[in-house]
């Protein structure tokens, strides 16, 4: 599957890439290649599906934004990708799948993970009987200070 006029660097990043696919039980096809090594190449990352087909679409590989959000959700069904729904109807997707929050900056819509800084939460509710709390999502939302004149 992978290319042979590939340079040395792309083809390893697709190899890892399709070993990371396989291992989450997903098939690694041209489609999922492609998005997954936009995803993962620059480390942990926050995008909407909209923004990574711009990216596909900037890299010349023709996918539709239904086959983008898609496999969006797959991705996150297979557990390396977390879901952010954020504001409203925008949901964000997050390569770091690790517990840890969120900054989101209004106006500019930008998400950023907290630093591990010591965020504690205490006083969860009790969950219903054969539950249990899979994890705290805390959005800590930004604005410029209107008190603050801007350099």
Same mark, same amino acid.
């Given at each position: %599957?992978?290319?042979?006029?590939?340079?040395?660097?792309?083809?390893?990043?697709?190899?890892?890439?399709?070993?990371?696919?396989?291992?989450?039980?997903?098939?690694?096809?041209?489609?999922?290649?492609?998005?997954?090594?936009?995803?993962?190449?620059?480390?942990?990352?926050?995008?909407?599906?909209?923004?990574?087909?711009?990216?596909?679409?900037?890299?010349?590989?023709?996918?539709?934004?239904?086959?983008?959000?898609?496999?969006?959700?797959?991705?996150?069904?297979?557990?390396?990708?977390?879901?952010?729904?954020?504001?409203?109807?925008?949901?964000?997707?997050?390569?770091?799948?690790?517990?840890?929050?969120?900054?989101?900056?209004?106006?500019?819509?930008?998400? %950023?993970?907290?630093?591990?800084?010591?965020?504690?939460?205490?006083?969860?509710?009790?969950?219903?009987?054969?539950?249990?709390?899979?994890?705290?999502?805390?959005?800590?939302?930004?604005?410029?200070?209107?008190?603050?004149?801007?350099?």
């Amino acid at each position: %599957m992978v290319s042979i006029n590939r340079e040395p660097h792309l083809q390893h990043r697709e190899e890892s890439v399709e070993k990371r696919l396989k291992s989450a039980g997903l098939r690694p096809t041209r489609q999922r290649v492609a998005l997954a090594s936009l995803l993962f190449a620059h480390g942990d990352r926050h995008v909407s599906a909209e923004e990574l087909h711009a990216e596909v679409e900037a890299e010349g590989i023709p996918v539709s934004l239904a086959t983008v959000y898609n496999t969006l959700h797959q991705f996150t069904g297979a557990g390396i990708l977390r879901v952010l729904s954020i504001e409203g109807n925008k949901t964000y997707f997050d390569t770091n799948i690790s517990d840890h929050h969120h900054f989101f900056v209004e106006g500019e819509n930008t998400v %950023m993970d907290v630093p591990d800084s010591g965020v504690s939460v205490s006083g969860l509710p009790r969950p219903p009987d054969g539950m249990e709390i899979a994890h705290v999502d805390i959005v800590i939302r930004l604005r410029k200070n209107r008190n603050k004149p801007q350099n």
